[in-house]
T-cell receptor, first 116, second 118 residues
Framework: AQKVTQAQTEISVVEKEDVTLDCVYETRDTTYYLFWYKQPPSGELVFLIR??????QNEISGRYSWNFQKSTSSFNFTITASQVVDSAVYFC?????????????FGKGITLSVRP | GAVVSQHPSRVICKSGTSVKIECRSL??????MFWYRQFPKKSLMLMAT?????????EQGVEKDKFLINHASLTLSTLTVTSAHPEDSSFYIC??????????????FGDGTRLSIL
């Protein structure tokens, strides 16, 4: 069975601080996919990134960066120079490569509050 | 692209009422749609996987007679909460995966429906 652990439940930072959101996963599959989603207070889920298990290259997109390390089964997300608009719940998710019906397993989410 | 529309966004109704929630993929075809339930400050719990033209696959513990799912076309899936009670109050979110997409494709989520049963 697959599992996603987001040990941090709530993080509060001051604007312009850097913040890292941790994600640790468990799976028996050798091929799998990892995702991060953002859920702002309005409720919708916004897709941020997808990473497959064969691609350990770190990725940077503007103020966002992701560090994927298979050796520690982690897929951490860093926001640089945080802004108030980054305040949201962030979910890490895992999908095994078993076809179109394959399910997403979500972590419990991390509530990030960025104070002005 | 890949917009999913969910309607209504909020429903308040009396106990015993049946409520239908629609999930539409606006600019793509979705063979598979997913229905989730989210309690306050909790993660998303998958309720069922909806496949166009066939019966939905429900997760363990989800009552299929309570939560009726119909996926009649490649762009529309509906969730009907039958004879809703206060304990059914929750945030329901649907998602869709692009037709032909496999697990590496992201699920695109609707904006969610906040259901409140009085």
């Amino acid at each position: 069975a697959q599992k996603v652990t987001q040990a941090q439940t709530e993080i509060s930072v001051v604007e312009k601080e850097d913040v890292t959101l941790d994600c640790v996963y468990e799976t028996r599959d050798t091929t799998y996919y990892l995702f991060w989603y953002k859920q702002p207070p309005s409720g919708e889920l916004v897709f941020l990134i997808r990473r497959n298990s064969f691609d350990e290259q770190n990725e940077i997109s503007g103020r966002y960066s992701w560090n994927f390390q298979k050796s520690t089964s982690s897929f951490n997300f860093t926001i640089t120079a945080s802004q108030v608009v980054d305040s949201a719940v962030y979910f890490c998710a895992l999908s095994e490569a078993t076809g179109a019906n394959s399910k997403l397993t979500f972590g419990k989410g991390i509530t990030l509050s960025v104070r002005p | 692209g890949a917009v999913v529309s969910q309607h209504p966004s909020r429903v308040i109704c009396k106990s015993g009422t049946s409520v239908k929630i629609e999930c539409r993929s606006l600019d793509f075809q979705a063979t598979t749609m997913f229905w989730y339930r989210q309690f306050p400050k909790k993660s998303l719990m998958l309720m069922a996987t909806s496949n166009e033209g066939s019966k939905a696959t429900y997760e363990q513990g989800v009552e299929k007679d309570k939560f009726l799912i119909n996926h009649a076309s490649l762009t529309l899936s509906t969730l009907t909460v039958t004879s809703a009670h206060p304990e059914d109050s929750s945030f329901y979110i649907c998602s869709a995966r692009v037709r032909g997409g496999v697990s590496n494709q992201p699920q695109h989520f609707g904006d969610g429906t906040r259901l409140s049963i009085l």
